[in-house]
């Protein structure tokens, strides 16, 4: 078996990943791990935007596993126009939330085979497990996306390569099939005994909660875009402010967005160009953020939404300053009633 054989692999961080190139440096592979950035990562997210005052650092998960593993990672940024329409328009639909999994794989694996051919490794693994996830990990769907993404036999799935046909990696003998795994489905006994025997510690809780895109609220806010402002309009820019705060729909074509503490306050002065910014004088409270073509009416009734979540500190008559460009104006506003917020509620 050749040692300057060379693979890239697909690493998330979590311990499937991190185990299925273990097992490959064991026979002897050259491994470059490969990470990708999607605008929709919800630990990447928080590490960028530093929204929320947190005790320990985020860390990336896939450039940790790396540093433990001895291995390089190139993560690259597919945020984009590009990754968009795989959300916008997926050819396979969405899963239990608007998450295009089936579409989003072959975009990243059409994207891992170009970078495998640019440094010139053999072929590429992932930490899938046949069975483990329901809209992407079944047979038919992996041969879907092993179909599309063209990847002609060069994706290896070390932890259930013995359920699945031979790969080429493994026909042409650079990997040893016996050595490798027959996992199959939702339980992790098997991958804890992995991690055991390759002295992987400290690794993530399983997958889960880590794209916003199968949030099924953050699904909401996507959804609630593309009928009001058409999901041909959907840019990085209002995903960014998606994932933001609290989002309310007070008529088709007026939207606010409320942070829920200072970081995210902070963060949302950063979009006030074309947008009504409210803000409680005298006393702290959110920033709110208003999109679209709100009536004095419906000014109002934000800023009493404001004052509401200024909680106990905004006595009734509390002052909220409204400002739209150079103009400004302050309002004395009566907080809206809970049940009408849950209305407005996205
Ligand atoms: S959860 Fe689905 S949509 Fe999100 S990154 Fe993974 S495959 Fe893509």
Redesign the pocket.
């Known amino acids: 078996m050749s040692k300057s054989v060379k693979a890239v692999g697909l690493l998330s961080g979590g311990l499937d990943s991190t185990i299925a190139a273990a097992m490959l440096m064991r026979q002897g592979i050259e491994v470059q791990g490969l990470t990708f950035y999607?605008g929709?990562?919800v630990v990447e997210h928080n590490r960028r935007s530093k929204t929320r005052k947190r005790k320990k650092p985020v860390r990336n998960e896939a450039l940790q596993a790396g540093a433990k593993l001895d291995l390089p990672v190139e993560m690259i940024d597919i945020s984009g126009p590009d990754y968009l329409k795989v959300l916008t328009d997926p050819k396979y639909g969405y899963?239990s939330a608007v998450?295009?999994?089936i579409d989003?794989?072959i975009f990243?694996f059409r994207r891992a085979r170009q970078y495998m051919d640019e440094i010139g490794a053999q072929f590429m693994f992932t930490g899938e497990v046949l069975g483990q996830r329901p809209?992407?990990q079944r047979r038919q769907p992996m041969n879907v996306i092993d179909r599309d993404a063209e990847l002609d036999g060069l994706l290896l799935r070390p932890l259930s390569a013995k359920k699945l046909p031979p790969t080429v990696p493994e026909e042409k003998g650079w990997v040893d099939r016996e050595q490798l795994g027959d996992i199959q489905g939702r339980s992790r006994q098997q991958q804890m005994e992995l991690a055991e025997e390759y002295g992987i510690e400290d690794y993530p809780s399983p997958a889960g909660g880590?794209?916003f895109?199968?949030d099924k609220n953050f699904g909401r806010r996507i959804l609630d875009f593309f009928e009001h402002e058409g999901k041909e309009n959907l840019t990085m820019d209002d995903v960014m402010l998606l994932k933001i705060g609290r989002h309310f729909r007070v008529k088709p074509d007026v939207k606010v967005v409320m942070g829920r503490e200072e970081g995210e306050n902070k963060f949302l002065e950063r979009y006030t160009p074309g947008r009504w910014r409210l803000e409680t004088k005298d006393v702290t409270g959110p920033t709110t953020l208003v999109e679209g073509h709100p009536t004095d009416d419906d000014l109002r009734r934000i800023a009493g939404m404001t004052v509401r979540y200024a909680g106990s500190k905004a006595d009734p008559g509390a002052t909220v300053a409204c400002r739209y460009e150079d103009s400004e104006r302050t309002l004395e506003p009566s907080p809206v009633e809970e049940s009408v917020v849950e209305e407005w509620r996205i």
Request: hydrophobic share 25%.
């Open positions: 999607t929709f990562c899963g998450n295009p999994c989003c794989r990243m809209m992407s880590c794209c895109l199968t």
